[in-house]
């Protein structure tokens, strides 16, 4: 079978995914379909496939396999799909798989007499009901998604009508309570996901980033900084791709027709947009950068974020809402004690029956968390910034017992531009019970 020529190895896949992106929504793909109709090797069809699965263009579902699916904006707007939900419930889709890219708003469960249950069913929503044949096909008929508890299935006239309106029908082998709590809880998690800032949240790439290229000079990198007032720059080779940073230090000394390559720093500290911006802003705290690009997976220079815009959107993310965390719950019984205007906060609370651990007593992990949320509390009291824990030393003098008063007592020994340390102790009723020590790094805006 003929492929491509080495040489034309970027053309290959361009050719192979414009196929791609040329096929209808919903379309199923293999990589033996693919190759035959390109003439192409299966090795080669197959490595295409993947990019064009990163990319977006298509998405393998279980039990229905490789569909060609509409590419995200790259906007979480935190709904689920209907193929979602069919890998949530481990779902086989009896029909309608072209739509499983289709967003739903609400599910209906069928617990009612079906004029009923109709009046609830509207376009983009999903019925969750039994073995219910007329059901399926009046959800159908209102533009909803059925999802078939039980392990049941539905007849072929169901099966077609699903096919021609591109909405899924799934059938699964859980019942119907046990279904909603798995969606419901599926969409809170959604919902706190999406409230996670990320990168790519933060920063625009319509426009080409500042950066120097293979081949300039020094005298190039003056000119830049003059005209732009920067003074840190990435620096690509001819595909785009980020190979070094070129900043002031670099530069100094330098001849001014040396060649950037030969001045700049390597290898150089990048990040994908999908990093979280507090993970974004702990690498640039530890590595010690002020510019950080962003890339994509081919490491080609997308944008570039400073720490002043890492802080800026971590100030803007603290003051939200993402929903009940572990931390949250874990947090949610402690309250600040009363204190003077001169003295740290002391945190009180009650430890409930969900902290225990396999002894019945406060588990371990529970504790940590505990006086590390407890520290970091303080250091935002206190210092007022942004900041990253690196490390936490924990004694555990005995054991805390289920339903034991608590209090949470923090001493700063150390506070700088640089870093902080506070030693946090925990008291029940019979005096210290765990004691630590947190470290931590300051993130400032340059």
């Not at 799909?81 to 708003?105: N, R, W, Y």
């Not at 070129?246 to 060649?259: F, I, L, V, Y």
């Not at 371990?364 to 690196?390: F, P």
Request: aromatic share 4%; with cysteine; hydrophobic share 40%.
């Amino acid at each position: 079978m003929a492929d491509f020529p080495r040489d034309e190895a970027a053309t290959k896949h361009e050719r192979i995914l414009e196929y791609i992106k040329g096929l209808k929504v919903g379309t199923r793909l293999s990589v033996r379909s693919l190759a035959r109709k390109l003439n192409v090797s299966e090795g080669t069809a197959y490595r295409a496939l993947k990019e064009a699965e990163s990319a977006g263009y298509v998405s393998t579902r279980e039990r229905v396999g490789t569909v060609r699916i509409e590419k995200k904006q790259g906007q979480r707007d935190g709904l689920l799909t209907f193929g979602d939900v069919a890998g949530i419930v481990e779902g086989q889709v009896l029909g309608g798989a072209s739509g499983l890219d289709k967003p739903l708003h609400k599910f209906v469960i069928g617990a009612m007499e079906l004029d009923e249950m109709v009046r609830y069913i509207d376009a983009g929503s999903l019925l969750i009901v039994g073995n219910r044949v007329n059901a399926h096909r009046r959800a159908l008929e209102r533009n909803a998604g059925v999802l078939i508890t039980g392990g049941f299935g539905t007849c072929e006239d169901v099966i077609r009508l699903a096919d021609e309106t591109g909405l899924p029908v799934i059938s699964c082998r859980h019942d119907t309570f046990t279904v909603a709590s798995m969606i419901n809880r599926a969409m809170y998690d959604r919902l706190i996901t999406r409230k996670i800032m990320l990168l790519e949240d933060i920063v625009t790439t319509d426009s080409a980033p500042l950066a120097l290229r293979i081949g300039e000079t020094i005298a190039d990198y003056f000119r830049l900084r003059e005209r732009t007032g920067h003074t840190r720059f990435p620096v690509i080779d001819e595909r785009g791709r980020v190979v070094g940073m070129m900043t002031a230090r670099d530069a100094e000394g330098a001849e001014p027709g040396e060649a950037v390559e030969k001045r700049m720093t390597r290898p150089p500290v990048t990040a994908h947009p999908s990093m979280p911006v507090a993970a974004a802003a702990h690498r640039m705290t530890i590595e010690g950068i002020d510019l950080l690009p962003i890339v994509d997976r081919h490491r080609r220079l997308l944008a570039v974020v400073s720490r002043s815009d890492i802080t800026r959107a971590m100030q803007f993310a603290g003051k939200q809402q993402p929903g009940e965390t572990i931390d949250d719950l874990i947090w949610s019984g402690f309250a600040e004690e009363k204190r003077t205007e001169d003295s740290l906060p002391v945190y009180v609370g009650k430890m409930t029956p969900q902290m225990a651990g396999p002894a019945g007593t406060v588990s371990e992990g529970t504790l940590l968390s505990l006086l590390t949320l407890a520290a970091k509390q303080t250091i935002r009291e206190i210092a007022r910034r942004g900041h990253v824990v690196e490390s936490v030393t924990t004694y555990f003098v005995r054991p805390v017992q289920i339903e034991a008063e608590v209090r949470l007592m923090p001493r700063l020994l150390e506070l700088s531009r640089r870093s902080a340390k506070v030693e946090m102790e925990l008291h029940d009723e019979h005096g210290l019970a765990v004691k630590a020590l947190a470290a931590a790094q300051m993130i400032d805006p340059l």
